[in-house]
């Protein structure tokens, strides 16, 4: 079997790659929505895997691995990695979960991190009842995160909340410590959100990036009596392309709240120090831009070696991110505990694609369904109408 082609389409505003081979074959996978700018950038890949052997997924992988990076610039390689294990799947007749060792669940645990509802202003009680409304979401979400910090609109919003001043342009990094007052506003509402989750609904906390250590540490242990499922992303984080596992250490050390990160790191050799160090109890890569599901897989075998868990990030990765998700998280470690639930955007990407569950979660699980590959398939005559002039001939 040969690749003959490999296309990138903006369907949405996820890059949807495209692998088609010389046997009829295709192989899909998606890249997050917030990156529609990446579709010249899978196609600077073409040229490395045209007439390789869609099938050893590692053999095309070493033509292209290296000429990734952090996050955005991994989002490209992982997505071709990714379709390639849908094609190796759909070739053998199997799930991808079967080529990577097999299941050891039957259903897979998400946690709510972009199941939404409207806040009024942001008061405590605000808070309070916009975590009863995702309480309350039929997903029976058991864990739910929620974005404060330097991850929401705190330090914009919140007059003093940190001893900077804020730049409120498309994906600029506000850091800086936070003022007392500032601490106490944070810290507040995480109280009132966790006691609106009860001991029921496990609360998670994406943070940052932006915190200084000491004001890290100074949060991990404030809410230590909260019984916080994890405070994500405090100091490094999102679109920054270093980790600084020493830093994350410290503030794991000094205290019982666990510890998360991992999301903007490509490969599994970034994660050598956060994992070998034990600098974070908690790592979050992201099938779609950690380098694709070889990597993932890899990630939580060596995470689970060293006593870390594993909750992987995929938000906005998209229907095609859901099935690799699901396909690689069937296969995890008992250090397994849940993965961001993956919501399509606009809705009608339901109606386009044929595989997935109906409810696609239920109790805050995803039963792992069985179909070749990646068990995802377009309705190509629905999709298609979604195509842009410059994509027309995306299916063809
Ligand atoms: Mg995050």
Redesign the pocket.
Known sequence: MKITDLKCAVIGANPVVRITTDEGIDGYAQAENSKSYLQPHVMFYRDFILGQDPRDVERVMHRIRRLGSFKPWGAAVSTIEIALWDIAGKAAGVPVYRLLGGKVRDRVRVYN?GVRFPREGDSVQAYAEEMARMKESPEGFSII?Q?VAF?SGMPKDVDGFYYGDPVNERLHLNRGAITEKGMNHLVERIAAMKEVCGDEVGLAL?CGPGMMVQDAKKLAQAVEPLNISWL??MIT??YIPYVQADLYREVTQSTTTPIHTG?QIYLRQNFADLIEKRAVDIV?PDPCDIGGIAELKWVAEYADLHGILMAP?G?IDGVFGLAALVNVCATMPANFLAF?YTTARPEWWYDIVDGLPDPIVIDSHIDVWDRPGLGVEFRVDAAKKYLSDEDATFFD
């Open positions: 991190g995160k974005g991850h994406d994500e992303d984080g999102d999301e979050g990030h938000v961001e």
